[in-house]
């Protein structure tokens, strides 16, 4: 059951990415209402996809939160980043070319995971280093900070291009790229230390050098900078936004590269 929620919801995002679309072409702003109308209503069917493959769980004598394989991780990651903007309405709603990239990346996650033959979609039991009440926290407070660093890296990406009247000010792009960062760095922070209280009680050390740690701890210390940069050193403009971008290249080579071109204790992810 829960696989045809997910569908559904995959069919929103698709129908939220034309949305978009028409409301460039048109510009009427009732548009707005039923943009972020239809995003409230795929983001509630997204939870209740995942709440439903949870619940499945527990009838196969499993019983997990759906977070820790690939194909778990992709929708709640797609999720997560919904979130993230949902949260940020006030500041976004005036704004459709930020919401609708969010759509787009948050598409590319759930199409991803509905028809790649490399994604395992099955509900399968846990590897012992992962039965964990650890897990959650880890696993939740990590991808809400990449999706946190999503949106900053759209904002990033968005100051470099110049089209005027579909573009947000300058102005706005870097507030939302500081904002979202702000976010984002206290949540990876906490995934890290929990990670670390994680690996202690599944392999017996709080770190051990492993890609997945060395990397997240690389991001951690690229995001730091940034926030270093604006807030000691005063730092605006192109600067900050080419850092956000370097930030969140690191973000997904420590999601996606780490699982698929190097081995380690996190190689399960894959």
């Known amino acids: 059951m829960h696989h045809k929620i997910l569908g559904i919801v995959t069919i929103l995002y698709i129908l939220l990415f034309f949305l978009h679309i028409l409301y460039f072409a048109i510009r009427k702003e009732g548009l707005k209402r039923v943009l972020w109308g239809t995003i409230y209503i795929t ?22 939160a759906p977070l820790t394989n ?10 997560s980043i919904i979130l993230i903007i949902i949260a940020m309405k006030k500041r976004l709603y005036n704004y459709p070319a930020i ?11 759930m199409g991803y995971a509905s028809i790649s033959p490399g994604v395992d979609r099955r509900i399968q039991p846990l590897i012992p280093a992962l039965q964990s009440n650890w897990l959650h926290i880890h696993v939740i407070t990590c991808f809400i900070a990449y999706a946190a660093f999503a949106v900053s890296f759209i904002a990033g990406l968005l100051y470099f291009v110049d089209i005027k009247g579909i573009m947000p000010p300058k ?6 790229n500081y904002r979202s960062v702000v976010v984002g760095f206290p949540m990876l922070s906490a995934g890290i230390l929990t990670g670390a209280v994680w690996a202690h009680y599944a392999w017996g050390t709080y770190w051990s050098w492993d890609p997945k740690e060395t990397w ?3 991001t951690w210390i690229i995001y730091a900078l940034f926030l270093h940069a604006r807030l000691m050193k005063g730092w605006r403009g192109k600067r900050m936004m080419l850092l956000s971008i370097i930030g969140f290249a690191s973000v997904i080579f420590t ?11 996190h190689s399960y992810g894959k």
């Open 43 to 64: 983001f509630f069917l997204h939870l209740a996809g995942m709440l439903l493959r949870w619940i499945e769980s527990y009838q196969l004598g499993i019983g997990r």
């Open 70 to 79: 690939f194909y778990e991780s992709l929708v709640f990651y797609a999720w």
């Open 99 to 109: 919401t609708m990239l969010v759509v787009v990346v948050a598409l590319v996650c």
């Open 171 to 176: 102005e706005t792009l870097e507030e939302l």
């Open 216 to 218: 997240s701890l690389i």
């Open 255 to 265: 999601y996606l590269g780490v699982n698929f071109l190097l081995s380690g204790l």
